[in-house]
């Protein structure tokens, strides 16, 4: 008689999101951050001169992020996930501490490219390591703990706004206290996390970059994904980063309000999502195998109605009616972002997960950065926020048919209790 009880987590299963929870929430705050503190940044940087070249300077970081992801994910599969993380750790965060010392358009420009670099390696290999320890029912739940890091990052990055005004701290300040506690974080951090052992024939098929690469662009079912995880991020990095600048001028409060208000409320409910959204994926899958992708789609029938309202809620001249629209986009976001790794996991072998979640991020970051330098430009032409929001949420529509159409293919691996070991 077959055994129908779920097979035993690795020992390390937990622990190991429990330490890549908080260096997703550095991950993000330290992006998060300038977006927060932009009036006291273009004060203090006058050669920035216009919104379109901030939204250059926005674009600049996820360009380079884009582009070097899927390079990050090759060498989380190629050489471990472990040390993939705690270098990224390491450099970001020392390039965060600069970030606090520039003085000049140019500079900022650099500072973001090399955050860029530094930040494109750790979230395929996080997520990567997540899926290579969880194997069952537990995937989404656990990807969405860790998901949660990066939104308690984002909503301590709206609080930045508040430390740029004090007069003992300032932008700079914040950039690099920062940067010292993620330094100090990697060296431990080095040490704790430890790689899952993989079979050899998973290990021998890491060793081929192009050949990963090539089996991935012919995936049909890897290809819609892109395009499903593409579509709803050029709003969702809209919201994020331009969002307190939004509230800010459609509302007229200040810059600390305008910061906490854009990223509080709504990264509060996508906590909520992630939590719930991952808890119903993991049941659901017990029904079907098509389980993960039906409480994604959930999210974004959720995400839909939430962008047109942020859009029109400037002329209702009621800020608390764009955050009621924003907490609606926080509860569908973590519906949605929480099972991107776990369906990732459903059409992908584990020896090219993390080179698959690059080509994601590469995809859709680099069209993010495109919608952030475009949004500055309509932003300097007058374009209303209400048809801007609204184009983004008929793109949002097309792709809940995009993840309805993937065809989930992984076999359940047996599991085992064996014990990591070091690389």
Not at 64 to 83: E, K, N
Request: proline letters at 5%.
């Amino acid at each position: 008689m077959m055994d129908s009880r779920p097979p035993a987590l690795p020992r390390w299963a937990w622990l190991t999101v429990c330490l890549l929870a908080p260096i997703a929430l550095l991950n993000y705050l330290d992006r998060q951050m300038l977006a927060a503190m932009k009036s006291s940044v273009m004060t203090d940087i006058p050669d920035i001169g216009s919104e379109a070249n901030w939204g250059r300077m926005l674009g600049q970081f996820k360009w380079v992020y884009a582009f070097l992801s899927p390079v990050g994910g090759w060498i989380a599969d190629r050489f471990g996930r472990r040390i993939t993380i705690c270098g990224s750790l390491f450099a970001w965060s020392a390039v965060t501490w600069w970030t606090g010392h520039v003085h000049s358009y140019g500079e900022l420009l650099t500072a973001r490219s090399l955050m860029g670099i530094s930040e494109a390696f750790y979230i395929p290999a996080a997520l990567a390591l997540i899926a290579d320890y969880h194997t069952g029912e537990t995937r989404s739940r656990a990807v969405s703990y860790h998901q949660m890091g990066i939104y308690c990052g984002v909503i301590l990055g709206g609080f930045t706004g508040y430390a740029a005004e004090m007069p003992g701290l300032g932008w700079r300040g914040a950039f690099g206290w920062s940067g010292v506690v993620g330094m100090a974080l990697a060296v431990p951090m080095l040490f704790f996390l430890k790689d899952r052992p993989r079979q050899e024939a998973a290990q021998s098929g890491a060793t081929s970059g192009l050949g990963s690469v090539r089996a991935l662009l012919t995936n049909r079912s890897f290809l819609l994904l892109v395009l499903y995880f593409t579509l709803p991020a050029l709003a969702g990095w809209v919201v994020r980063d331009w969002m307190p600048a939004i509230l800010k001028s459609e509302f007229k409060i200040g810059q600390g309000k305008a910061g906490v208000s854009a990223t509080l409320y709504w990264q509060s409910a996508a906590i909520v999502g992630a939590f719930v959204g991952g808890w119903l994926a993991d049941r659901r899958m017990r029904k079907t195998p098509r389980g993960r992708i039906h409480i994604s789609a959930v999210g974004m029938l959720m995400i839909i109605p939430a962008l047109f309202g942020v859009g029109f809620s400037p002329q209702t001249g009621e800020l608390w009616v764009a955050v009621a629209f924003l907490i609606l986009f926080g509860l569908g976001w973590g519906f949605f972002d929480t099972n991107n790794m776990p369906i990732l996991c459903q059409v992908a072998p584990s020896e090219q997960r993390a080179t698959g979640y690059g080509l994601m991020n590469m995809v859709s970051i680099g069209c993010g950065g495109l919608a952030d330098w475009g949004f500055g430009l309509m932003r300097d032409r007058h374009l209303p926020l209400a048809a801007i929001f609204s184009v983004f949420a008929s793109v949002a529509l097309v792709s809940v048919f995009l993840v309805l159409m993937i065809r989930p293919t992984e076999v359940q691996p047996p599991s085992d209790a064996t014990s990591p070991g070091q690389p």
